[in-house]
């Protein structure tokens, strides 16, 4: 083989190993939801970097009802596909967490089915896991399958402060 042909293959396998490297340690991380910037005369307004935002926006309970997420209730939303296997891991994972936790709701809801609140919540694949906090407010988002360990110390501190 010439040495083009074998840089082209090395940069592809180094190409390779750093996507799935890094796809490794980003998926299923539960990170917490940054709010939306709030404009201050058309711009955002920064101090030190850090944005000024007081409160994580509510979503609207029309979204929520349309979902089947009911108000009051801390609730993992899952946004699922037919044929997605991790989407079955996380099902499962979700129903032994509320299986410990019975003060946390699992909805699970079909991503095909419900495009415009896909598209609203941007949900770009799925599995994608939102924590909703009793008002509504998404306090944290995974895509891929979180850990339970994780799942339940996230929960737990969202219920302490219920």
């Known amino acids: 083989m010439d040495p083009v042909g074998l840089s082209a293959v090395a940069v592809v396998l180094v190409a390779g190993a750093g996507v799935g490297l890094w796809r490794r340690r980003v998926d299923g991380r539960l990170r917490p939801v940054a709010p939306a910037p709030v404009p201050v005369d058309g711009a955002v ?16 309970p ?17 946004f699922s596909t037919a044929f997605c296997a991790p989407c079955r891991a996380l099902r499962r ?3 032994e967490v509320v299986a410990l936790l019975p003060e946390v709701r699992h909805v699970e809801v079909d991503a095909e089915s419900h495009l415009d609140e896909v598209r609203e919540l ?9 924590i909703l906090d009793a008002d509504g407010r998404v306090t944290r988002r995974a895509t891929g399958i979180p850990t339970k360990p994780h799942l339940i110390a996230a929960l737990a501190a969202l219920l302490r402060s219920v």
């Open 45 to 60: 307004e920064q101090t030190g970097g850090v944005e000024d935002v007081q409160e994580i926006e509510r979503l609207d």
């Open 62 to 78: 029309a979204l929520l009802a349309r979902l089947g997420a009911e108000p009051g209730r801390v609730t993992l939303l899952q």
């Open 93 to 95: 994972i979700s129903a």
């Open 122 to 130: 941007s949900i770009w694949r799925t599995p994608t896991l939102l």
